[in-house]
């Protein structure tokens, strides 16, 4: 779900790279016998990992005289994807296999980062389990797989019961318009000035959690998109583009969100999803699915077990109320084999064992994403593993998608910086726009956007 930023970690991952080589990743490893893993492992989320350590020992067990070597990246996600860039150029220090981002299968394949796997998933029968958009999800545009899905998402609002309840607002509280949730925002800024009111992702360092959980939650409830999949061409900035960045500008101007400063701290998700919301210092959050897996149930650093009373969660509204007065975004994440790797059928043999059946039920409750495969949806135990599952799930159907764009991780860093101009005084919501509008044509070519 990100964008890449070279120079604020090159000197961090060199460690990275370090341990990655001597353990016999890439290229080094023809003779090793070593399955090596990267993977992002911050804050609060950890559920690649557990799973990864879950599997190791049973997949060197089935396969005696291999071992399996695990690279966690400690970094949040664009240092991740930044980081995983940097492995991924020599094959002494690519892994064998990698966490990917779906929104960047295309450039990754076009940067010769990943394996074709169409010959392995066509030949495996859990590959038909997999749900159809799953599996077009990690397609790159030249038709090949790249990746086999871990998981799903959808984004809406979360808030703070009791906060709602001081502030004489209702619960359950289903907000129909923008405006609805403007109002709520500034009752509790009135009642409760010691919580922050809302929480919408701005600026860079939050990376693609601000263009994805924050602009685009936005942007599709206008009625407006990025890119015109019938003509292939990008959108150039209309009015709900200008409209979403007036209202982060909206909560900024009128303290309805957190300080400037908070928001451009990189670690703000951890922030909000260890502290400020178990704490009661955040009322209203335009955030994911997964927060509960990846922070608040047990087994998480800091679990937080009367989340589900205090919570309530609830479907971001479009603009006006117009269409199904409901909008979300929904990515996902896959394992994919480095086209470096050595051993690319024995890694292909880890990502069949890490994303069974029963692992994918486990990789789900660890993470609290959505499934991927019908027999993990189907299955009892995924459906009791966490309140509020049903309802998340039940937004895929309203939900939209990142194109799936080789350009689309370099206007996602656009984006961000258009937020972080409005959201610190830099510029207004027109000239944000108007900036955008210049980039796009400067990154996607005049050729390939609308009216260029």
């Not at 610190?424 to 044509?441: D, E, H, W």
Request: charged fraction near 15%.
């Amino acid at each position: 779900m990100r964008p890449r930023h070279i120079l604020s970690v090159a000197v961090s991952c060199v460690a990275t790279l370090a341990a990655a080589a001597a353990c016999g990743s890439g290229g080094n490893a023809a003779s090793s016998k070593t399955i090596t893993v990267a993977y992002e492992e911050y804050g609060t989320f950890h559920a690649a990992g557990d799973l990864f350590k879950k599997i190791a020992p049973t997949f060197e067990k089935q396969h005696p005289g291999w071992k399996v070597q695990l690279v966690p990246i400690d970094a949040p996600e664009n240092d991740y994807y930044t980081k995983l860039d940097l492995m991924n150029r020599s094959s002494s220090t690519a892994p064998d296999v990698l966490y990917e981002d779906t929104f960047l299968i295309n450039s990754d394949v076009q940067a010769g980062y990943l394996a074709p796997l169409n010959s392995y998933v066509n030949s495996w029968p859990d590959w038909s389990q997999f749900f159809p958009a799953s599996r077009k999800a990690v397609q790159a545009a030249n038709g090949d797989y790249y990746g086999v899905p871990m998981s799903t998402d959808t984004r809406g609002l979360w808030y703070n019961k009791q906060i709602f309840a001081k502030a004489g607002l209702p619960v359950p509280w289903h907000p129909k318009t923008w405006a609805d949730v403007l109002a709520a925002a500034r009752a509790i800024k009135q009642k409760d000035p010691g919580v922050i009111p809302l929480n919408v992702y701005s600026g860079t360092p939050a990376g693609e959690a601000t263009t994805m959980q924050g602009f685009e939650m936005l942007l599709y409830g206008t009625g407006e998109t990025l890119f015109d999949k019938s003509t292939r061409k990008w959108i150039p900035p209309g009015t709900g583009f200008t409209n979403s960045l007036s209202f982060i500008k909206t909560i900024y101007d009128q303290g309805l969100a957190p300080k400037p400063e908070q928001e451009l701290n990189p670690n703000i998700a951890t922030t909000i999803n260890a502290q400020w919301l178990p704490q009661g210092k955040l009322a209203i959050d335009l955030d994911g699915s997964w927060l509960p897996g990846t922070a608040w149930t047990a087994g998480n650093p800091n679990p937080w077990p009367k989340w589900s009373s205090v919570m309530g969660w609830t479907t971001m509204p479009t603009q006006n109320g117009q269409g199904s007065d409901i909008t979300t975004m929904s990515g996902g994440w896959a394992l994919s084999v480095g086209s470096s790797s050595p051993h690319k059928s024995m890694a292909f043999d880890l990502i069949e064992l890490a994303l069974n059946k029963q692992n994918s039920i486990y990789y789900a409750q660890r993470s609290g994403d959505l499934a991927v495969r019908q027999d993990v949806a189907n299955d009892p135990a995924y459906d009791k593993a966490m309140p509020g599952l049903a309802f998340w799930t039940n937004l895929v159907k309203y939900t939209n998608y990142r194109p799936a764009n080789t350009v689309y991780p370099r206007l996602s860093n656009e984006i961000q910086q258009a937020t972080e101009s409005v959201m610190t005084g830099q510029a207004s919501a027109q000239q944000a726009a108007s900036t955008y509008g210049q980039s796009l044509k400067q990154i996607a070519g005049p050729s390939n956007v609308e009216g260029g």
